[in-house]
């Protein structure tokens, strides 16, 4: 399957208003796509419409709502959807998570993922569309300090793969695609772990070398969205680029 031209194509991207969405909203919207970008606080996405002009609209809503995937999908027909939202989890090792703490990830980064992926393939998005889902290098090697974190984004990233094999079955020619960022300090989400872990010996530390940016994961998303589909589904992410899994 060849690449998508982003010059006019409609994207939407979930959790825009900051981190790496806000990164992957920016380049997208620099590239030429019309971008919805979602977070549930709308003053950091009215910073970003005020940047990034009328190239980006703001909608301010729970991702993890099914009925704004529903209804976003049906309204704005994204030609490249990414799933980016997510929830920090606490910072504890495991004795001192409640279900409810543990389970965090499970409510928003998962179920958010579902009722979209859901959404793309019941429409189903045009062909030659891309799906992009924020899995985690957490997904390979465990989280140990953030709960049901490292479970869920194992989820996510099985889920994309599922997704990509119904779309291949029903010949529907939506690409499917999970990203795996390694662990980096540039994001409020990712501060709190690289915090936790630099206090903890033996633990999973953001990797070695430089470290992962917004702009870096905006570019990567860029480079999925123009690439060919070599029919990989999944992409370990540092700051050296997309390895495919
Ligand atoms: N940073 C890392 O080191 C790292 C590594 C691997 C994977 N990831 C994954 O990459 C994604 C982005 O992480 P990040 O570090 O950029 O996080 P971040 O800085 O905390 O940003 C999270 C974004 O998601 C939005 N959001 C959270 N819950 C939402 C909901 N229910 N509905 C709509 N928007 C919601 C937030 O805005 P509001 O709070 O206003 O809703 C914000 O825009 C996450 O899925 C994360 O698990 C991050």
Redesign the pocket.
Known sequence: MSGLEIAGATALV?????????GIATALSRAGAQVTG????RG?LDELRAELGGSFTAVA????DPNVAGRLIDVCKPRILVL?????PLPRPIQQHTWETFGR?WD??VR?VFGWTREALLAPLAPGSIVIT?????ALRGSPLSGG?AGA?AAIRWLTSYAAQESAREGFGIRFVSL?????P?????AV??AAYAGRAGGPA?GQGPA?T?ERVGQAVIELVTGTDPGQDAYLLTAAGLRPL
């Open positions: 979930t959790g825009a208003s900051r981190g790496f969405g806000r979602l977070a549930r606080d950091p809503a729970d991702a993890a980016n939202a997510g929830a920090t990830n928003v980064d958010h924020l899995s985690s290098g957490a974190y984004k795996l960022p390694q662990l980096t540039a994001t409020e989400l990712g772990f690289a953001g992962l917004p």
